[in-house]
């Protein structure tokens, strides 16, 4: 196995885990400055207030998105999988 394997298989890892989070985090984050926004211009300052919205969207796009997570994370595993006598040998 040569060391450009090695950056090849952590690239793949590595774009293959940001396009798995990405759904969750960009939600997160979205929900989090909207609800920031109205909190700044509410002057509402409750724990709850910013906790719970990021709860249920992050739910809702794990739900919607979950498919396609799995479907992207197996087939990562399984193109993993079937290299390894290519890449041991």
Do not use: C
Not at 48 to 56: D, G, H, R, W
């Amino acid at each position: 196995m040569t060391s450009e394997t090695i950056v090849t298989l952590g690239q793949h890892a590595l774009i293959t885990m940001l396009m798995i989070a990405a759904p969750p985090l960009l939600t997160a984050l979205t929900v989090g400055l909207f609800v920031g926004v109205f909190q700044a211009a509410t002057q509402v300052n409750e724990l709850t207030l910013s906790f719970i919205p990021k709860m249920i969207a992050l739910v809702l796009v794990l739900i919607a998105a979950g498919p396609w997570i799995l479907k992207t994370l197996s087939g990562y595993m399984e193109r993993l999988y079937n290299d390894i006598p290519y890449l041991i040998g």
